[in-house]
């Protein structure tokens, strides 16, 4: 298991910044996103989130392993 912290990225939905694991699934930890008065938390447990998560998990693996190119 990996630890990650994305501290920016742009995305379909929007900017965020997260941290957490990756395994052989993406294990997010934290999640925020850029609202119009900085950042803001997403709850974990909340169902929009998580849908909103598994919406951008591919863009979040993209960015990760782009990071981890020799």
């Not at 965020?16 to 008065?37: K, P, V």
């Not at 950042?39 to 693996?61: G, K, P, T």
Request: proline content about 0%; glycine content about 6%; cysteine-free.
């Amino acid at each position: 298991m990996t630890a990650f912290h994305i501290s920016r990225i742009h995305t379909s939905k929007g900017i965020f910044r997260l941290s957490g694991h990756e395994a052989q699934t993406l294990e997010i930890s934290a999640i925020e996103f850029m609202g119009t008065d900085g950042w803001v938390a997403l709850n974990l447990n909340d169902e929009n989130s998580r849908q909103l998560i598994i919406s951008l998990e591919q863009e979040f693996l993209i960015h990760l392993r782009s990071q981890h190119t020799d």
